[in-house]
């Protein structure tokens, strides 16, 4: 009896050993700069600490337009993106009580400078809406689906909270 407990004592311990070295290992990829972003007025935005590629911060003002957007899900919202044919969709499943949900929402709102302009991320409330998890495949939150305009999932990926860094390796 003995034996059994130490060798499951020693899996607990390997797994969450390799568990810590894989998030880690990821994280070190992730650029999250501190940026501070400020509405001066409804169609101009001012961020502060943008990183430049030699690390390096700037203060930058951007037309709201030229950045990607955040938006909560609705039925019309969603139908308005995918009908107009400009716009690259991605579905956000989220929760209010997901760590990495958040992190990644942070995150994405930090560097919201880094994403493509044409990107509109719609937040889906991941525990609300079971239709649109059934739909696409959706069995946890923190997952991201990208569509197309007839709303047909393109590739759909975990971001595992690194918000705009899965992007980069993700979005079509």
């Known amino acids: 009896m003995n034996t059994n407990v130490i060798y499951v004592f020693i899996t607990i311990l390997f797994l969450s050993l390799f568990t810590t070295y894989f998030l880690a290992k990821n994280n070190k990829n992730v650029n999250t700069p501190t940026t501070k972003i400020s509405n001066t007025s409804k169609s101009i935005v001012k961020v502060e600490g943008v990183q430049k590629k030699d690390s390096?911060?700037?203060n930058k003002v951007y037309n709201k337009?030229?950045?990607a957007k955040?938006?909560?899900?609705s039925p019309k919202i969603l139908s308005e993106y995918l009908g107009n044919n400009k716009n690259r969709?991605?579905?956000f499943?989220?929760?209010n009580w997901c760590p990495s949900c958040k992190i990644a929402e942070k995150d994405i709102r930090q560097n919201i400078t880094q994403l493509p302009s044409d990107l509109i991320i719609i937040k889906v409330d991941y525990d609300k809406e079971k239709d649109l998890k059934t739909k696409y495949g959706v069995t946890y939150q923190d997952t991201f689906v990208q569509l197309d305009s007839a709303g047909n999932k393109i590739i759909m990926w975990n971001s595992g909270g690194a918000g705009i860094a899965s992007f980069k390796r993700y979005l079509k």
């Open 93 to 95: 499943f989220s929760a």
């Open 89 to 91: 969709v991605v579905l």
């Open 56 to 58: 390096t911060s700037v």
């Open 65 to 67: 337009a030229d950045l």
């Open 70 to 73: 955040v938006i909560d899900y």
